[in-house]
């Protein structure tokens, strides 16, 4: 689970990092969409981020990887040494290019017209060496530091001459994967093998990470008297990346540990949150809004 989880987290600092370079390319040409998940061929392909021109599009493949990276083509490797030792990855080269062809195949699929697409993977960590095979030339070409961002966009730029999409085209492109995307949203509990009551509920302290106790329209911890007024929303954040976005009152109740079903409707009533069912005791909360 640790480990997982900081390979999200590197994933998800590297994307965070590559906004600082996205502010340079021209906004009024280039549509940014990132963090797609669409089903093609039975199978699902992910894109980091895709920069949609009227001229060409631009598929990304981030990695924020540490250490020395060595591009193999002789067996389609990445090879990583850092502190850890050696590791093998697959080559994100031959990753994004998969995905070009998925997004080729679904943009055909949807008529839209037939638009170049070029692919980079881009290296994050400004401290990681890259190096490859004398041979692999598409190393050479395709992989970036993220300060070569813009300069390959110029080059795209100047490259194709010719615009193909319309602007109506190009939101139309947008419009069509954010209605095809699945988020990867997994059964955390069954996946790690958690049963539910081995939880630690409740609303815990922002300061000390003991549980707080609901006095007089306040959170107050029991060790260090620390008060909120919301800490329930980040215990409901909880609930809902971890165990369902969907919540009743009761199980609101239970999960908060409230003395009341009163005291939960009054809370997930204060948060304005839209929900199913007509009175109180069928009413489904939907907590969406809280991790999106």
């Given at each position: 689970m640790e480990g997982n989880l900081a390979k999200y987290i590197a994933g998800h600092n590297g994307e965070k990092?590559?906004?600082y370079f996205y502010r340079y390319l021209p906004k009024q040409e280039a549509n940014i969409i990132q963090n797609i998940r669409i089903k093609h061929m039975d199978f699902f392909f992910q894109i980091d981020t895709l920069i949609i021109t009227s001229k060409f599009l631009i598929?990304?493949?981030?990695?924020?990887y540490t250490g020395d990276l060595f591009f193999d083509d002789k067996y389609g490797q990445l090879i990583r040494t850092s502190s850890k030792g050696r590791e093998i990855f697959e080559d994100p080269i031959q990753q994004v290019k998969r995905q070009s062809f998925h997004l080729t195949q679904v943009l055909e699929q949807h008529k839209i017209p037939k638009i170049p697409i070029e692919t980079l993977v881009v290296i994050t960590n400004p401290r990681t060496f890259v190096?490859?095979?004398e041979s692999y030339k598409n190393a050479l070409k395709l992989v970036i530091k993220s300060p070569m961002l813009l300069s390959k966009y110029e080059e795209f730029n100047a490259q194709y001459k010719k615009d193909v999409l319309l602007m109506k085209e190009r939101k139309k492109i947008k419009k069509l994967l954010m209605k095809l995307n699945e988020p990867y949203n997994p059964d955390i509990l069954s996946y790690y093998g958690i049963d539910k009551s081995e939880l630690i509920t409740g609303v815990l302290c922002s300061k000390c990470n003991t549980q707080m106790n609901r006095i007089n329209a306040n959170w107050e911890c029991a060790a260090?008297?620390?008060t909120s007024k919301t800490a329930h929303v980040g215990a409901l954040r909880d609930y809902a990346l971890i165990i369902s976005t969907d919540i009743?009152?009761?199980?609101c109740k239970d999960f908060l540990h409230l003395s009341t079903s009163m005291q939960a409707y009054y809370l997930l009533n204060s948060l304005n949150l839209p929900y199913t069912g007509t009175s109180k005791r069928t009413r489904i909360y939907h907590l969406d809004s809280l991790i999106t």
């Open positions: 990092s590559l906004q598929l990304l493949e981030i990695k924020n190096d490859s095979s260090c008297f620390h009743s009152n009761k199980e």
